[in-house]
């Protein structure tokens, strides 16, 4: 058993695997948070200090001890009204507008059932431990409002899944400003955060900072986690790296506005929150009414970013992804948006996949342009009936087409928008976001739908659902190409505005639930631009996301070590394009692009037939070495990895398969030296004690020497030159 409880002692102790997180409740009847960190067994509630604090104020049921603050006491889940000045998670107003109320300990259940509806949340996975849970009730008394916490606990992965549950059980309406999914109050330690900032086509640039009282936080209001910033982040201990050290990851399970703050009070304590960004939210909750907060995934590790990482991507992979495709190999496709972009026509697409089929490709996916009157990104959006002038063909004889090459077939799609140009936008203007007696903002030239509202999302659902049904399709890829603005329903309920972008994800969840439940063997990609919904709760719907639009290899080098920290490869698609690349003009060889690549789930973004006949050569080995190692590159462990010294700047991971006995070390370098030093590389993650064939090297190895001595790479010259190195544990 994970959860531990002691009621007379008002103690809440759970236990992971490395970590014990605890809670108790104060005489005076609140939740205080005790302990996050590693393994402890003690009650550790008498190490909390009160001190008489100065401007710190202290609640009613303490009387004149001027001691007990909770402006200082560190809590499990803080709300404004009860004198704690900090940055709080809730916030809630009456009917009247008054701000605050008092959140006392209540009751608590374990193995409490949660019902999540569409909000994506861990699940438990066959074969591995399953979840156990907890729920506290707070509760304020003369508001008759429920604030429940619930605590899903993955204990062999380090993770503490939190929701927060409000239940107004009073008599009139209040309102939720702010809703937090989870805290983490610290006592003491200095503090790192890692975030993973970046824009279109750089997404997840990694930055470390040191947390200050000035207080860090990062958070997105276009509508979407972003580009721009990841709803993951890391909290580390100062002298945490790789290998060693104590940090917590924070996942919300959430694809739209959020807000992750960290901030040093003034006692140099430091609190940590996440969840839906207050920014704009204001939710009404009626006498009856429910509210469930997004979850958020906390994970610890006491072995360094890599540990993390590890957690983060089992997290993901298994709990969090669903469906057949969780842990299956992926087609290796060809998707025709570089190779054509909007100019196609049926043939020109059967050309691309014919080519293709012959080296090895298993999929061709038709990006956009297909429907409607869609030449370009101007118009046709909204429109989903397949333009058969244009492709020449039914989209079932196309997809047959295809398919007779011995190919699978996939298709683009972008559900969320609209073109003013499109026969949706001309009989249902409603349909659209835009402000009462404004011109809409545009952007890319086209709107955003109102998926907040039931209809809209029933009237494209329905209409794709069909499109869907009537061609061989295996495959999905769901675009969304623009930031939200604009932000008005022309129904919305109590004409409460503050409501919608929630109910928007929603919606947007609700389109993926029916996917995943009338198509369940389609495989959905997800899609923002590249890299601008990338977060762990579309990941519940779509096991994959496509993981930027810039496909050049050394700019993808950092976009993917980035994403590497929170999320598995499983989850990263990945292509190889033609050079010069598109985005930046660069040239790099076609093997250095191809391993880049193939640290995701590898394809190809290019009409093949414009290689020459070694390239097609090479090509064809490509595809089967992905297979050959695509299990050791998708379900083993990934680790990021260093030159020895500083000799060469390279971009180095690893994959090792979970029993150790495989290896396979990627190297791509950044610069190049003349007459310079000899290059080794340590490996990471094989057992010591094996011994290792290295392939091309001719040659075995202990584990030990490469890790520790390290391996002589060849010298490598030329700028982004690129290795790829096979360990296979030799067996008697
Ligand atoms: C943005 C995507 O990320 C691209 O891969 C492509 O699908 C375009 N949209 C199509 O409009």
């Known amino acids: 058993m994970a959860i531990y409880v002691n009621e007379e002692k008002g103690l809440f102790q759970i236990d992971t695997k490395n970590a014990s997180y605890q809670m108790k409740v104060s005489k005076s009847g609140y939740l ?42 560190p809590q499990e889940y803080s709300c404004y009204g009860q004198g704690d000045y900090r940055n ?312 047959e087409g295809i398919t007779a090459y011995g190919m699978k077939f996939g298709l683009w799609i972008e559900p969320e928008m609209v073109s003013e140009d499109s026969d949706l936008y001309r009989n249902h203007p409603d349909f659209a976001f835009c402000l009462p007696g404004k011109e809409p903002v545009r952007s890319r030239n086209q709107l955003v739908l109102d998926f907040s509202r039931k209809e809209v999302v029933d009237y494209i659902y329905q209409a794709l659902a069909k499109v869907i049904s009537t061609a061989p399709i295996s495959y999905l890829k769901m675009d969304m190409n623009r930031s939200i603005c604009d932000v008005y329903s022309r129904v919305c309920r109590h004409q409460n505005h503050g409501e919608i972008m929630y109910k928007y994800v929603l919606g947007v969840y609700d389109f993926l639930d029916r996917i995943s439940k009338d198509f369940p063997d389609l495989f959905v990609e997800g899609c923002s631009g590249g890299g601008g919904r990338f977060d762990a709760g579309m990941l519940y719907y779509t096991p994959q996301i496509w993981c930027s639009d810039n496909t050049d290899a050394v700019d993808r080098l950092f976009i993917q070590n980035g994403t590497s920290y929170g999320y598995p490869i499983s989850s990263v698609g990945s292509h190889v394009s033609i050079v010069p690349n598109h985005q930046t003009g660069r040239l790099t060889d076609l093997k250095t692009r191809a391993i880049v690549a193939m640290a995701g789930s590898f394809g190809y973004e290019l009409d093949l037939s414009l290689l020459s006949d070694e390239e097609k050569e090479a090509v064809k080995d490509q595809i089967i070495d992905y297979k050959k190692y695509w299990n050791l590159i998708q379900n083993g462990h990934y680790y990021r990895c260093k030159l020895v010294g500083s000799a060469m700047d390279a971009s180095v991971w690893m994959f090792v398969s979970e029993d150790k006995s495989e290896g396979l070390l990627n190297v791509v370098t950044l610069d190049t030296n003349a007459n310079g030093p000899a290059i080794y590389v340590r490996a990471r993650g094989l057992d010591e004690n094996k011994v290792y064939q290295v392939e091309g090297f001719d040659k075995q190895y202990s584990g030990a020497s490469l890790m520790h001595m390290g391996l002589l790479l060849p010298l490598m010259q030329g700028e982004y030159q690129a290795l790829q190195i096979y360990f296979k544990e030799v067996r008697d």
């Open 88 to 399: 709080v998670a809730f916030l809630v107003k009456d009917k009247d507008g008054v701000f605050g109320c008092h959140l006392k300990y209540d009751s608590y259940e374990v193995d409490a059932d949660l019902d999540f509806a569409l909000l994506p949340h861990i699940h438990n996975f066959e074969g591995r431990e399953d979840i156990e849970s907890l729920k506290i009730r707070l509760k304020d008394k003369s508001l008759n409002l429920y604030v429940d916490l619930y605590y899903h606990v993955l204990p062999y992965l380090d993770v503490i899944a939190r929701s927060v549950v409000v239940t107004n059980a009073g008599e009139d309406q209040v309102f939720i400003e702010k809703i937090a999914s989870g805290q983490l109050d610290f006592l003491a330690g200095d503090f790192d955060l890692l975030h993973f900032h970046g824009r279109h086509c750089k997404e997840r640039q990694t930055e470390r900072i040191a947390l200050t009282y000035a207080g860090q936080s990062i958070g997105s209001l276009r509508g979407t986690s972003s580009h721009q910033e990841n709803p993951f982040l890391i909290l580390a201990d100062r002298e945490c790296n790789e290998e060693q050290g104590d940090c917590y990851g924070l996942h919300l399970l959430y694809s739209g506005n959020f807000h992750m703050q960290a901030d040093k009070d003034q006692y140099a304590q430091t609190r940590l929150l996440a969840g839906i960004h207050e920014e704009m939210f204001s939710y009404r909750l009626d006498s009856g009414e429910t509210f469930i907060s997004p979850q958020l995934a906390i994970t610890f590790s006491k072995d360094g970013l890599t540990g993390l990482s590890h957690n983060c991507h089992s997290l993901i992979r298994y709990h969090i992804c669903r469906g057949k495709f969780q842990t299956q190999r992926r087609p290796v496709l060809l998707n025709n948006w570089e190779a054509t972009y909007f100019d196609f026509d049926g043939e020109k697409i059967k050309k691309i996949a014919k080519q293709a089929s012959e080296l090895g490709v298993e999929m061709l996916v038709l990006d956009d342009g297909w429907f409607g009157k869609r030449d370009s990104d101007n118009s046709g959006l909204g429109d989903w009936w397949v333009n058969e002038e244009k492709i020449g063909s039914s989209l079932k004889e196309l997809g």
């Open 32 to 73: 205080l948070h005790t302990y996050y960190g590693r393994k402890i067994k003690e009650d550790v509630s008498g190490e909390l200090s009160y001190y008489d604090r100065g401007f710190s104020g202290n609640p009613p049921e303490v009387g004149t001890d001027r001691r007990f603050s909770l402006d200082a006491l």
